[in-house]
């Protein structure tokens, strides 16, 4: 009777067992179908009003812009940071900014703009300081999946830390919301940009409180491999008969003085590697009352400063 009984548990076991995989497959499957299915279909309408669509208007810009051209290369700090029309009326250059967002990291902007540079191009670098520390130069979050898989149509470029976000982009085009005239922050769209790529709706805007916060984790160093993608940069834009400088970005005061120890790093490497430099960390720490919403953007009086102080230095750099 207990062989029997044994007998029995064990039968009971496996179909029990068999019967979960079998939930599984069934459940498992669909998901799998709808994956490819998903991130074939074109971007919802709420997804394609993102600011990194704006990327297909400053790829325009980078095409078309006649020579002689400054192209802009960062994060927020230089769409929030600039105001391309003076420089252009100053220097009687034709400005482009192709910065949107630091979440892209520094080596997707520096990758993307190379096939766009001409012979005789300056292009100046403008990273935020949180760029050169851990492994925040790949990119951050969805933006870096999201720009090259929706904007692009680049799947097949994604690296393996933007394949998280696969699902969640491919699912979100099952989502019934995504297809409503949902909320969205019109500072924040590819609206935002004007036709020199600055972001520019948030002009007549007044400045909101900004708490200042750290650009890297406790003891962390500037990462080399940060470094070298900039260094690799700068070889080719040699190659291409352009060439490089690199400058600091514009950053709240008390964020400065939080992360002074930080910013003299990135200083320090900057010399180390032998990049030709306009200015001075403190030369572009912007007083706190100048800050639009982060602690990189600016207000309309800041965006005004930061471009004349950068005015300066590139009339400086050219004598």
């Known amino acids: 009777m207990q ?6 548990s064990i039968f009971s076991s ?11 497959f069934f459940f498992a499957v669909p998901i799998a179908l709808l994956l490819p299915v998903g991130l074939l279909m074109p971007s919802t309408p709420h997804s394609s009003r993102a600011g990194i669509f704006g990327q297909i208007r400053k790829d ?69 300081y ?8 790949k990119g951050s979050g969805e ?38 005239h949902l909320p969205i922050d019109p500072i ?28 890297r ?22 190659a291409r008969g352009a060439r490089m400088l690199i400058s600091y970005p514009c950053f709240m005061e008390t964020s400065f003085r939080h992360n002074e120890e930080a910013i003299r790093l990135v200083e320090a490497a900057y010399k180390a590697a032998g990049f030709r430099i306009l200015g001075s960390p403190e030369r572009y720490m912007m007083p706190d009352s100048l800050m639009f919403d982060t602690h990189y953007h600016l207000t309309k009086q800041g965006v005004d400063l930061r471009t004349r102080l950068l005015i300066e230095d590139l009339t400086s750099a050219s004598k």
């Open 3 to 8: 062989e029997a009984h044994s007998s029995s």
């Open 14 to 24: 496996k179909t029990m067992l068999r019967k979960f995989i079998t939930r599984i």
């Open 60 to 128: 325009s810009l980078l095409r078309h812009a006649p020579s002689p051209r400054i192209i802009f290369v960062g994060g927020s700090n230089v769409c929030y940071g600039l105001h391309s029309e003076m420089l252009r009326d100053s220097l009687l250059v034709n400005p482009v900014n192709t910065a949107i967002t630091v979440e892209l990291g520094l080596q997707y902007m520096l990758e993307h703009t190379i096939p766009f540079v001409r012979p005789g191009d300056v292009v100046i670098i403008l990273p935020e």
């Open 130 to 137: 949180d760029l050169l520390y851990g492994e925040y130069y």
């Open 143 to 180: 933006a870096p999946a999201r720009i090259l898989g929706e904007v692009n149509k680049e799947w097949l470029s994604l690296r393996h830390n933007h394949l998280l976000y696969l699902p969640k982009i491919a699912f979100s085009r099952f989502d019934p919301r995504q297809y409503l």
């Open 188 to 215: 924040y769209t590819a609206d935002a940009f004007n036709q020199y790529g600055d972001t520019y709706l948030h002009w007549g805007l007044p400045g909101k409180a900004v708490t200042p916060r750290s650009v």
């Open 217 to 238: 984790e406790a003891g962390q160093a500037v990462n080399p491999a940060a470094i070298r993608e900039i260094q690799a940069f700068g070889d080719s834009l040699t």
